[in-house]
């Protein structure tokens, strides 16, 4: 039975079992291969990848994550402001409007993304006041997350870092989701749990995008080791990098403790939410071993996957 609180490992085999003719049930879904298998499946691979050499370099990188951070677009300089601002609850709508209108862009892809048919709104919405109406302030700092973050995992160069690109930013969004439901469950922020589903996964772009200038797109290494190996790494950087955009600290500490034991609600909120996200995608991907995995969820996760759908743009 596959448990997203823990990592899956394969089952004992059964001697006997084959001995009478029995076929034994594959081994349950490894996420993180399977994950990774899917994001590179129609990559074409050629010639030898230098493993150890990405590797090292993305090493480098956690070492020394403002080079890293070159490598990603920022999130807009007036986001880190926001974020502070919406986690006050005593915060006036007046200020956040005006706050959000420091930046041209972000105004336009607020109202972009307020008038689209996820919100359905009954008449179009013209400002960042009628969006917040619309939203609540809920509503508003979680769709003002989104829009910052898109570019940052959207927008990318690098032939293999632009082909991986949509799906990690689907898998960002459903991460988000899910991790923000997840999260009272376990006496954790939601909007805290929201903001660091869609982080997570900037260290991963930026693994791409690090393969792109190495080993080019056509070396793309494919090991369960370097792919469990890559997704760890990556995650660390995730962590630095939120840190250098000044994101709330127990986003960045989420981000590096999610999967360990005894850690904070948050991180709990973060890994349950990664795990249900993966498993979504690799069950709409028609992913061998995901319909098994998402039949044996129970209770409280089963109920999030239910409600997790594809990303709408």
């Known amino acids: 039975m596959l448990s997203v609180d823990a990592p899956a490992h394969g089952s004992p085999h059964v001697p006997a079992a084959a001995d009478q003719g029995v076929v034994n049930p594959p081994p349950p879904l490894d996420l ?25 370099e993305l090493a480098r990188l956690v ?84 829009v910052a973050f898109r570019p ?6 690098g032939r293999l870092a632009r082909q991986v690109a949509p799906h990690i930013w689907s898998q960002s969004e459903l991460c988000a989701q899910a991790a923000g439901m997840a999260a009272p469950g376990l006496e954790a922020d939601p909007f805290e749990a929201y903001l660091a589903g869609l982080m997570q996964n900037v260290g991963l772009i930026v693994a791409f995008r690090l393969v792109d200038q190495v080993a080019g797109p056509g070396a793309l290494p494919r090991s369960d080791e370097f792919a ?8 660390t950087l995730s962590a630095r990098i939120a840190a250098l955009w000044e994101l709330p600290p127990p986003v960045s500490m989420a981000i590096l403790q999610a999967g360990q034991l005894d ?51």
């Not at 915060?91 to 607020?110: H, K, N, P």
Request: hydrophobic share 45%.
């Open 152 to 157: 940052v995992i959207s927008a990318q160069t």
């Open 63 to 146: 070492r020394q994550p403002e080079s890293a951070a070159g490598l990603v677009p920022r999130v807009p300089a007036v986001i880190p402001q926001l974020l502070r601002s919406l986690r006050d609850e005593g915060v006036s709508a007046a200020e956040l409007a005006r706050q959000v209108s420091q930046d041209v862009t972000l105004v336009a892809e607020v109202i972009r993304e307020v008038n689209s048919p996820y919100h359905r709104p009954t008449a179009p919405v013209r400002t960042i006041e009628g969006a917040l109406m619309l939203l609540g302030q809920n509503g508003l700092r979680m769709l003002l997350a989104r």
């Open 228 to 235: 469990q190996a890559l997704q760890d790494s990556a995650r």
């Open 263 to 313: 850690v904070p609600p948050l991180a709990q909120a973060l890994y349950q939410g990664d795990r249900l996200a993966r498993l979504r995608l690799l069950l709409d991907a028609g992913v061998d071993g995901a319909h098994e995995a998402a039949a044996a969820l129970t209770g409280e996760q089963a109920r999030i996957f239910d409600k997790l759908s594809k990303a709408e743009d």
């Open 32 to 56: 993180d291969v399977a994950f990774y298998r899917w994001l590179s499946g129609d990559i074409v691979h050629a010639g030898e990848a230098p493993e150890q050499l990405i590797l090292d």
